[in-house]
């Protein structure tokens, strides 16, 4: 499965999709990924996902690999979202009063590792959009041009064409 989502990816790659496109998917994906699941916020990222023109296979693409590494980086997401929340003495009528209002409970801000992982998706939103606007730049031609002289490209051009 994982070899078919690959296939799809490089396909991806070169077809007239632009790179802003690709790039905003995998940015994207990464803020899915690191933010945990039943928060209002992260509702909101994945419908910003589906309703802009972004690459959905990238986001999924990233998504998966984000997730792995926040599971691997809990405890400092956890203890950066405990820094936040508590060590501040003049934000605590602030969270005081977010916590009291209509919608923004439902973001569970006030759990640390929400606040954490919410705070470093954001900030690395704009960098790792730009890197990766430069990377699919720069490496989509010479990998499509690769995935093109490989036989598992041929094999699978092959079987597509007897299945459809």
Not at 32 to 60: E, K
Not at 114 to 131: A, H, N, Y
């Amino acid at each position: 499965m994982a070899l078919f989502w690959s296939i799809r990816f490089i396909q991806i790659l070169g077809k007239d999709r632009s790179d802003f496109q690709i790039a905003l998917g995998i940015t994207l994906g990464m803020m899915l990924g690191l933010i945990p699941f039943a928060t209002l916020h992260w509702l909101v990222l994945f419908g910003t996902l589906l309703i802009l023109r972004s690459n959905f296979l990238a986001a999924f693409l990233s998504f998966t690999f984000f997730w792995a590494v926040s599971l691997f980086f809990a405890g400092p997401l956890e203890g950066l979202g405990f820094w936040t929340l508590s060590s501040h003495k003049a934000l605590l009528p602030l969270w005081t009063r977010a916590y009291h209002a209509p919608l923004i409970p439902f973001t569970a801000f006030n759990h640390s590792t929400v606040m954490g992982s919410t705070l470093i998706s954001t900030f690395l939103f704009l960098p790792v959009l730009l890197i990766s606007k430069k990377l699919v730049h720069r490496w989509r031609e010479p990998v499509h041009a690769f995935w093109l002289s490989t036989r598992v490209q041929r094999a699978y051009a092959h079987y597509r064409r007897f299945t459809h």
